[in-house]
């Protein structure tokens, strides 16, 4: 069992307040998911978990006790590190035996664990190789395989597919998923990558200049965000946001964003008048060449296989993306004029203060 | 004019400004050699004997064997003894330039890792050896005087430790700099003490700048001239002393005996460097580390 606690947990760097006060707890066996804006304090928390850097304030605890003064080594506590941090030195061999002779564990032993733990990520064919003869990936696999054989109940991963490409980070993104379901270990993953996030996370903490912004499920944070913080960051393409104002015509409330004109659904009564951000997600928005609300023209067509973005112009410096399933290039065109519509229960407005109005 | 032409032109620039400078730097070491080969008549000689076309061995005979025989100038050979100044130079060299580069590292890791000294006091550090040692030399003496550490091996062994330090710590520093901190703690988390991840990851990581930075202090002790002069001249005579009385105003100016001490002064460094090539091309390189 390891139950992790941070209660008010704070880090000052001198005059910059990296992680402000942090309160979170993180369940045995979960997959926790930190992730926000590069900057916004991750790599501080997970690095106090860790026991590299002491909290200003507030108090870590594991199983009940607090591990404050607790060397790192003391922890029962793996890290993979962003940059791999490998022994440029040793082999592979030796990188991945090196936590089981500081544990004593006696030689036929070690071996047979490296050997073990080297199939589980298949780096087998790497063993009597250098770190410096490794790709990005398959470092990145003996820095897993290294933390891996020490068996800690915790796993710490600081942005560890960040250095790799897609493809690649979509593979041990698998990978990564993979382990944790068949260890049941708690795992900690910091990535400023929301759809990192996405796939792998039980539960999603949503980081913003030193502060959770948001916790929850993926699901939750997808669809529910609080913010326009949160609800910008998660979705690619990222959600649409139109800045408007409300106004009343002829008795009924309307948002307003330049030309464009929609009626505020009914369920959005306190939404009363003024400055509000509208969005909506690229897939949710409608698009027929027939009826709908708002007639707009097709800026460009993307096609992206198995669906297509259909771009708008819009005020602002983004354009308005809309996703169409399937490939459309017959029925959608740049230059035509089309219908959109936003369907009432799929629009979100937030506030000046960028807080989702209910 | 096309890329390529562009490029040649470029080239033999480069290698002829290289050239031309290699032959005016090692010009002196020739003249070295040459002159430890020349027999008496010809170290004075005009036109200048570049090669002597009689070579003798009688300049190394003389000056390393002391044999009366090859005495033969005005030379005072018997006042010389160079065999107990190489003694006390690769004494007083070797051990201090370890404790420089011993006490030099771990400064070194404490400014690196825990942010020991602020950045002012790294150039105060080296701000220390910009001085001019003949305004330190001075004062010291008279500290050593009392101390009873003149002419002394301990005497100059503190003052070649104290002087090549800021040295050694910016040396070392630039090469545990090298080492990324998560290599270090990766061992931590690992579960390795602070000794042993110092004695496993950073010390081989950082071994072949150590190595560079002791041969170094070392060419620096090994060939130091004024505080060895004033601190530590009659008892205690370091090799550089010993080559200047070859050019005193009793003894005369006996060129080829001084040469062949010269040469052979300059040999151990010679070889400790080839032992220890491999490490001086890492070291030298500031780069040992790779990401
Ligand atoms: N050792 C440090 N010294 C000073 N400031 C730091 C240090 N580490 C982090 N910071 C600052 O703390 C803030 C949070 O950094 P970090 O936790 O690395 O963010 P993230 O991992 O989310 O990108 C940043 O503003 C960063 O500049
Ligand atoms: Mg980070």
């Given at each position: 069992m390891s139950r992790i606690e941070l209660k008010s947990l704070r880090k000052e760097f001198g005059s910059t307040v990296a992680v402000k006060s942090l309160d979170l707890q993180i369940e045995d066996g979960e997959f926790l998911v930190l992730v926000g804006p590069s900057g916004c304090g991750k790599t501080t928390t997970l690095r106090m978990l860790a026991g590299f850097e002491d909290p200003s304030d507030g108090e870590i605890t594991m199983n009940g006790s607090i591990v404050n003064d607790l060397e790192p080594r003391d922890r029962d506590i793996g890290m993979v590190f962003q940059s791999h941090a490998l022994f440029p030195h040793k082999y592979i061999y030796d990188n991945i035996e090196f936590g089981l002779r500081m544990k004593n564990v006696p030689e036929a032993e070690r071996r047979k664990a490296v050997e073990d733990v080297a199939e589980m990520v298949h780096i087998t064919p790497l063993l009597n190789k250098r770190p410096a003869q490794c790709s990005g990936g398959e470092s990145q696999r003996v820095a897993l395989a290294r933390t891996l054989v020490t068996h800690p109940s915790t796993f710490l991963l600081d942005e560890p597919l960040s250095s790799l490409d897609a493809k690649l980070r979509r593979e041990l993104r698998a990978e990564v998923d993979r382990l944790h379901t068949e260890l049941k270990k708690t795992f900690i993953y910091v990535t400023h990558d929301q759809e990192e996030a996405m796939t792998l996370a039980d539960r999603i903490v949503v980081m913003n200049e030193g502060e959770i912004e948001q916790e929850g499920s993926p699901m939750e944070i997808y669809s529910?965000?609080?913010s326009y913080f949160v609800a910008d960051f998660f979705g690619s393409p990222s959600m649409n946001l139109l800045d408007g104002e409300v106004i009343s015509k002829e008795g009924k409330a309307v948002f307003q964003h330049g030309q464009m004109e929609i009626s505020v659904p009914d369920?959005?009564?306190?939404?009363?008048s003024g400055k509000v951000t509208l969005g909506i997600r690229p897939e949710h928005v409608v698009v027929s060449?027939?009826?709908?609300?708002i007639p707009e023209t097709i800026d460009l067509v993307e096609p992206m296989g198995k669906d297509t973005l259909l771009y708008f112009e819009a005020e602002g410096e983004r354009p308005f993306v809309v996703i169409v399933e399937g490939l459309i290039l017959d029925d959608y065109k740049s230059g035509q004029q089309v219908q959109l519509t936003f369907p009432d229960d799929k629009v979100y407005f937030f506030d000046e203060a960028g807080q989702r109005i209910r | 004019m096309n890329k390529r032409t562009k490029k040649r032109i470029f080239e033999s620039f480069r290698y002829s400004t290289l050239t031309i400078w290699l032959l005016i730097v090692a010009f002196p070491l020739f003249w070295i050699v040459s002159t430890s080969f020349k027999p008496d008549a010809e170290w004075f000689a005009w036109p200048p004997?570049?090669?002597?076309?009689?070579?003798?061995?009688a300049n190394y005979a003389n000056v390393?064997?002391?044999?009366?025989?090859?005495?033969?100038?005005?030379?005072?050979?018997?006042?010389?003894k160079p065999w107990v100044a190489l003694g006390n130079s690769t004494l007083i060299a070797f051990i201090s330039t370890t404790l420089a580069v011993f006490f030099g590292s771990l400064i070194a890791y404490g400014v690196s890792r825990y942010q020991m000294l602020s950045e002012a006091r790294m150039f105060q550090l080296l701000m220390l050896r910009m001085v001019p040692p003949i305004v330190i030399v001075a004062p010291l003496s008279l500290h050593y005087s009392t101390l009873k550490l003149l002419d002394t091996h301990l005497g100059l062994i503190l003052v070649y430790f104290l002087t090549t330090l800021p040295y050694a710590v910016w040396m070392t520093k630039s090469f545990i700099d090298e080492v990324p901190v998560e290599v270090e703690q990766a061992a931590e988390i690992l579960g390795a003490s602070k000794l042993r991840t110092i004695w496993e990851v950073v010390l081989p990581l950082v071994r072949s700048g150590l190595v560079a930075t002791f041969l170094f202090i070392l060419i620096l002790t090994w060939s130091e001239y004024l505080l060895a002069l004033i601190?530590?001249?009659?008892?205690?005579?370091t090799l550089p002393i010993e080559l200047s009385k070859y050019e005193g105003s009793t003894e005369g100016r006996v060129y080829g005996r001084q040469a062949a001490l010269a040469v052979g002064i300059t040999i151990p460094l010679i070889i400790i460097g080839l032992f220890i090539s491999k490490h001086l091309a890492r070291g030298f390189s500031f780069g040992m580390v790779r990401k």
């Open positions: 529910n965000p609080k369920t959005y009564a306190n939404l009363g060449t027939a009826d709908g609300q | 004997v570049y090669w002597s076309e009689t070579p003798t061995l390393w064997t002391g044999k009366e025989e090859y005495a033969d100038t005005q030379y005072i050979q018997s006042m010389q601190l530590s001249k009659t008892e205690v005579v």
